[in-house]
């Protein structure tokens, strides 16, 4: 089961850039990462995934090392809205499926 | 935008009643699944089903049932429903087949359950 750890709440002021990091030590060699938004009462939507290096698109930018080990979503100048609590996944290689795990709590604050 | 679609969106229910939660989507994908979420808490599978008459399973045991007669619907069922089954049911799909290694998920609005 490729299992995710990421921190539980993270705090920050509007303006401010957020990096939450992921570490995913026993991800599989094809599997790439994808990160989630959910605020409450929604269903999560998806924001950004990779496989290598890093990819942006007009919401965030995840950076993924070589090792692919861990990897960081980026997301810039961050407003109130962006108060949600954020996913990182991998595949669950067993059943092919992702697997939530708590994810992080972000509070963006005036 | 995803085209999935869950009706109810709430339902208040007293026990011992039987309910079906409905989930449509409308992009031929062939993965679907079914989520619990209560506030504030982690997402829990609870079934998952890879496409016409398949259907798994998840995490977390429920005694739900789900059924897959038709590729674009997946609909839940509770037999008799409890109150400790008073949760957010989320539904979703993916086509895997979009990218190997990968699995979007696309969610729906989802179902707040209530049973007194």
């Known amino acids: 089961l490729a299992k995710t750890t990421q921190p539980i709440s993270m705090d920050s002021y509007e303006g401010q850039e957020v990096n939450i990091t992921c570490s995913h030590n026993?991800?599989?060699?094809?599997?790439?990462i994808t990160w989630y938004q959910q605020f409450p009462s929604q269903g999560p939507r998806f924001i950004i995934q990779g496989y290598k290096t890093k990819v942006t698109n007009e919401v965030a930018s995840l950076f993924i090392p070589a090792d692919r080990k861990s990897s960081t979503l980026s997301l810039p100048r961050v407003s109130l809205s962006d108060t949600a609590v954020y996913y990182c996944l991998v595949m669950d290689t067993g059943r092919r499926a992702l697997t939530f795990g708590s994810g992080t709590r972000l509070q963006v604050q005036p | 935008e995803a085209d999935i679609y869950q009706t109810p969106r709430y339902l208040v229910i007293g026990t011992g009643k039987k309910i079906t939660l409905e989930c449509s989507q409308t992009m031929g994908h062939d993965k679907m699944y079914w989520y619990q979420q209560d506030p504030g808490m982690e997402l829990h599978l609870i079934h998952y089903s890879y496409g016409v008459n398949s259907t798994e399973k998840g995490d977390l045991s429920s005694e739900s049932t789900v059924s897959r007669i038709r590729t674009e619907h997946f609909p839940l069922t509770l037999e008799s429903a409890r109150p400790s089954h008073t949760s957010q049911y989320l539904c979703?799909?993916?086509?895997?087949?979009?990218?190997?290694?990968?699995?979007?998920?696309?969610f729906g609005p989802g179902t707040r359950l209530t049973v007194l």
């Open positions: 979703a799909s993916s086509d895997p087949t979009s990218l190997k290694g990968a699995d979007t998920q696309y």
């Open positions: 026993n991800i599989a060699t094809n599997d790439y």
